[in-house]
């Protein structure tokens, strides 16, 4: 079975403080790797797709890499919109397109 | 934004009640999923359907069902509704039901049992 797993469960950043997520994964067959932005109470919001080691994808503040045992999302001078639940997941297996999600690091971020 | 409606947003029902929840995907979408999110178990894929025709299934229980319409939006039914049933119920629709392709998320539906 799928399994993904994210540290820290919680962040507490300063505004500007720079700071990265990790989520590591055990799966047969990655073929792909996503992450999600939730604010609470609403749905998942995706952000990035990795398919491969070795691959970066950049938006605005964040940046995803991934590895072959994990992703790492790093926030670069966050601000405090960037203040949400930060969800890892991944798709594997040869017939078999659900996403499998960690619990989710909180990051808050203060002014 | 991200295209993908859930209707109703929250719903409070009693114990052994049956609710039907809806989805309407992004203009596009074949494929349509839902998961529940729960405080204790996160999220979990409970079905997929793609088309029209169930795909695959997590761990969804014997007392909830679903199925995707000719117009391609997607109800799930939960009956004899227990307290542990109580969470948020997201679907999420993609391109493609058998390709990789990022899944996007509607608002949820909040199910609250009594």
């Known amino acids: 079975e799928d399994q993904v797993t994210q540290s820290p469960e919680a962040l507490r950043l300063q505004e500007g403080e720079s700071s990265s997520l990790n989520c590591s994964y055990t799966?047969?067959?990655?073929?792909?790797l996503f992450w999600y932005r939730q604010d609470p109470g609403k749905g998942p919001e995706f952000l990035f797709t990795l398919y491969s080691a070795g691959e970066e994808k950049e938006k605005e503040r964040l940046k995803a890499t991934l590895t072959k045992k994990e992703s790492f999302l790093h926030i670069t001078a966050p601000k405090p919109e960037d203040s949400a639940t930060y969800l890892c997941a991944v798709q594997a297996g040869s017939n078999d397109y659900k996403l499998s999600f960690g619990a989710g690091t909180t990051v808050t971020v203060r002014a | 934004d991200s295209g993908v409606t859930q209707t109703p947003k929250h719903l409070i029902t009693a114990t052994g009640q049956r609710v039907t929840l809806r989805c309407s995907p992004r203009s596009g979408d074949l494929s349509v999923y839902w998961y529940q999110q729960s405080l204790d178990q996160g999220l979990q894929f409970l079905i997929q359907y793609y088309n029209g025709e169930e795909r695959a299934k997590g761990n969804i229980l014997e007392r909830f069902s679903a199925q995707q319409f000719p117009d391609l939006h997607s109800e799930l039914n939960l009956s004899s509704l227990e307290l542990g049933d109580s969470a948020l119920y997201f679907c999420?629709?993609?391109?493609?039901?058998?390709?990789?392709?990022?899944?996007?998320f509607g608002p949820g539906t909040r199910l609250t049992v009594t």
């Open positions: 999420a629709s993609s391109v493609s039901g058998t390709s990789t392709y990022e899944q996007y």
């Open positions: 799966v047969s067959g990655l073929r792909g």
